[in-house]
T-cell receptor, first 112, second 117 residues
Framework: GNSVTQMEGPVTLSEEAFLTINCTYT??????LFWYVQYPGEGLQLLLK?????DKGSNKGFEATYRKETTSFHLEKGSVQVSDSAVYFC???????????FGTGTSLTVIP | GAVVSQHPSRVICKSGTSVKIECRSL??????MFWYRQFPKQSLMLMAT?????????EQGVEKDKFLINHASLTLSTLTVTSAHPEDSSFYIC?????????????FGAGTRLSVL
C-alpha cells in the first residue's frame, strides 16, 4: 500500500541555519509527491510538488527532489527565517489524485 | 492561484446541536472535494470524498449519519456535524480538486476549529 514517513519533530533552528526534513515513501505505481505547510491556526498550503522521478520542486527557497531509487523526497532550505516556523507535511498521491497520503507532520520553530 | 474558502473558521456550540461547515472553491470548479479531520499534533485523516451530484464516499470508521456531506454544486460542499458531542471537537479541513487542472492537486481551505461544550 501507499504510505509516507517523515522525520519526527519538533525541530528548532536558529535563523539562517540549514534545514532538512526527511521524507520517505512507499507506493505502488508512480505517485506524485508534495510538501504542504501549515501555519498556526490555518489550513494547509501547497509548498512544492514533483510528479516524476528526478523532478525537483522548489518554492520560497525550499527544494525537494523526487528520488525514486531511495524513495525519498527530503525538504531542504539553505537559510531559514523566523517566518518559516510552521508544520510541514510530506504527502503523496496516486495518479488519479483522488487519494492523498500524508505524513505525520514536522513542526519547525526558527528562533532569531 | 486556486482559492478554497472554508467557513466558519471557528465555531463553539453546545452538545447536541448540529454544525454546518461550508467549503467553496472560489475561482475554479471542483468535481471532487475532500473532508479531513486533524487531531492535535497529528496528521490529517481523510473522512470522506464527495463528488458533485452523488453521494459521498466515507472512510472506514467514519459515521455517515453523524457527518453529513452534501456536494450540491461544482463549487460548494458542506459538512454537517449532527448532534455534536465534545469528542467531535477537532480541526476540520476541506480540500478541492480542480477538474480542468492537473488532476493530482488538492487545494485546501483554512480549516474550521470546532469546539463542542
Amino acid at each position: 500500500g501507499n504510505s509516507v514517513t517523515q522525520m519526527e519533530g519538533p525541530v528548532t533552528l536558529s535563523e539562517e541555519a540549514f534545514l532538512t526534513i526527511n521524507c520517505t515513501y512507499t507506493a505502488t505505481g508512480y505517485p506524485s509527491l508534495f510538501w504542504y505547510v501549515q501555519y498556526p491556526g490555518e489550513g494547509l498550503q501547497l509548498l512544492l510538488k514533483a510528479t516524476k522521478a528526478d523532478d525537483k520542486g522548489s518554492n520560497k527557497g525550499f527544494e525537494a527532489t523526487y528520488r525514486k531509487e531511495t524513495t525519498s523526497f527530503h525538504l531542504e532550505k539553505g537559510s531559514v527565517q523566523v517566518s518559516d516556523s510552521a508544520v510541514y507535511f510530506c504527502a503523496l498521491s496516486d495518479r488519479t489524485g483522488n487519494q492523498f497520503y500524508f505524513g505525520t507532520g514536522t513542526s519547525l520553530t526558527v528562533i532569531p | 492561484g486556486a482559492v478554497v474558502s472554508q467557513h466558519p473558521s471557528r465555531v463553539i456550540c453546545k452538545s447536541g446541536t448540529s454544525v454546518k461547515i461550508e467549503c467553496r472553491s472560489l475561482d475554479f470548479q471542483a468535481t471532487t472535494m475532500f473532508w479531513y479531520r486533524q487531531f492535535p499534533k497529528q496528521s490529517l485523516m481523510l473522512m470522506a470524498t464527495s463528488n458533485e451530484g452523488s453521494k459521498a464516499t466515507y472512510e472506514q470508521g467514519v459515521e455517515k449519519d453523524k457527518f453529513l456531506i452534501n456536494h450540491a454544486s461544482l463549487t460548494l460542499s458542506t459538512l454537517t456535524v449532527t448532534s455534536a458531542h465534545p469528542e467531535d471537537s477537532s480541526f476540520y479541513i476541506c480540500s478541492a480538486q480542480p477538474w480542468d487542472l492537473a488532476k493530482n492537486i488538492q487545494y485546501f481551505g483554512a480549516g474550521t476549529r470546532l469546539s463542542v461544550l
